[in-house]
């Protein structure tokens, strides 16, 4: 047979309402999204003969997005640093924690920068978020969830 996995229970697919951001060690309640990602740097290679492009992993990048609900000036201490010339470094930790799913994930985003902040914004009649986005040099799985289809 080729695989032994199992069919998931519905339960066990993660809700992120109870997703969670501490940026620098603070609980931020407010956040609305958080992602995290890793692209890859990659050099194409061809071969005589094959017409197929291949590719060699020449080294990988992190970038990382938050929306945060407007409560406070969050971003005002960056912004001010920014422009000063300093590049204040960030801890940012993600988790995702779904009571039905029974399980936690953590990941801890390594020396983390600002590319983007929102000074300000709003819309008439609409609640108003911040957005924040930047880069990273490492990340540690703090927590992962297992397989529950083994």
């Known amino acids: ?3 032994d996995r199992r069919k998931p229970a519905v339960g066990k697919v993660i809700s992120g309402t ?3 951001l501490w940026w620098n060690g603070d609980l931020c309640y407010e956040v609305t999204s958080f992602e995290a990602k890793i692209k890859t740097n990659r050099e194409t290679i061809n071969f005589s003969g094959d017409m197929w492009d291949d590719s060699k992993l020449m ?3 992190g970038s990382w997005s938050a929306k ?5 000036s969050r971003g005002k201490e960056y ?3 920014l422009a000063a010339g300093i590049d204040e470094r960030m801890s940012l930790i993600g988790k995702l924690d779904d009571p039905d799913n029974g399980g936690i994930e953590r990941v801890q985003l390594k020396s983390c920068w600002l ?3 929102t000074l300000q914004a709003f819309e008439n009649g609409k ?6 986005s930047g880069g990273f040099t490492g990340f540690s799985y703090l927590d992962d969830i297992d397989d529950p289809c083994m």
């Open 18 to 20: 109870h997703g969670y």
């Open 1 to 3: 047979m080729a695989s």
């Open 59 to 61: 080294g990988v990048s």
């Open 127 to 132: 609640l108003a978020e911040d957005e924040f």
């Open 79 to 81: 912004a001010e640093s």
């Open 115 to 117: 590319d983007e902040l």
């Open 68 to 72: 945060i609900k407007k409560i406070y």
